[in-house]
């Protein structure tokens, strides 16, 4: 476990702060600006989707939807990487302040989850003081907000700098996360499956094609590159196994963990990965001229 988090911890690193140098040799503009509005705004809209169809699909209760729908408006950091990695490969240089579209996409969703409770549930979210505080100081959100910022005042410069750190292993380390956040994606698969009815396994291959689009139409409008696109449609299609199941502990105690970690972890996550990033730059390569 303190491999795994030494090796998330520098991946996001690694991510921030190219992201970062990326904005400082690009400049902030419009386009950042209503970048950054976008993703907080899918942020909020997709788990209301995602309840509804939920609710439509499942005999979940409104706490369980809800809690699950939350995770489908965050996104999964990984992914992210996984992603930014594969349009490289391609020969595509995304915009690098999508870093910073991720970082803002974690806090609208949890919201619009406890929202959604409010709004539809018999009972209230358990909106604490401290509730809000932990989600915007969520361990994974300042590591990749700081090292962007990190990376944007220093630029070029802090990138020659630490280029052998951040550049050469990078591929290596992203290997060996990968391989075991797969390792617990099956763990998790086999000790769930009470709980996987084949309406919820159904959901989770769909509705990260549902964000996806949704993504499309938000990087095309928007003016995207071809990488851009394919990760702005990333974003909305991932689902949160990291920041939004420790904010539901704490916000909706009542919802059952096994449930919405499955979904993302376990069904989800590895659908990102094999079929849906594929699928999201041949689309975005399609429609862009990329």
Known sequence: EAIAKGLSIYLLFAI???GGVSVADHGVDTTLVLSLLAGMVL???????????LRGMTRLSTIDAAAVAGHYGSISIVTFVAATSVARSAGLNPEGYMVAVAAV???????????IVARWGKQSADMEDGLI???LLNGSIVLLVGAFAIGWITGDEGMQMVAPFIVGPFQGVLCLFLLDMGLIAGRGLREARSVLTPG???FGLIM?????????????????????????MTLA??????????????????????????LSLGIT?????????????AIATALTGG
Do not use: D, Q
């Open 208 to 232: 990260p094609l549902l964000g996806a689009g949704f993504g499309l139409v938000a990087g095309v409008l928007l003016g995207l590159s071809t990488g851009g696109v394919m990760l702005f």
């Open 200 to 202: 919820l396994f159904v």
């Open 43 to 53: 942020s909020f809209l997709l788990p209301v989707l995602a309840y509804l169809l």
């Open 269 to 281: 996550f590895p659908f990102n990965l094999t079929l849906g990033i594929p699928i999201y730059l």
């Open 237 to 262: 299609a991932s689902a949160s196994y990291i920041a939004v199941p420790a904010a539901m502990r704490v916000a909706l105690p009542e919802a059952n963990p096994s449930i919405y970690l499955t």
């Open 105 to 115: 996409m974690e806090a609208p969703a949890i919201l619009s989850a406890l929202w």
């Open 16 to 18: 921030g702060f190219k």
């Open 133 to 135: 505080p932990e989600i």
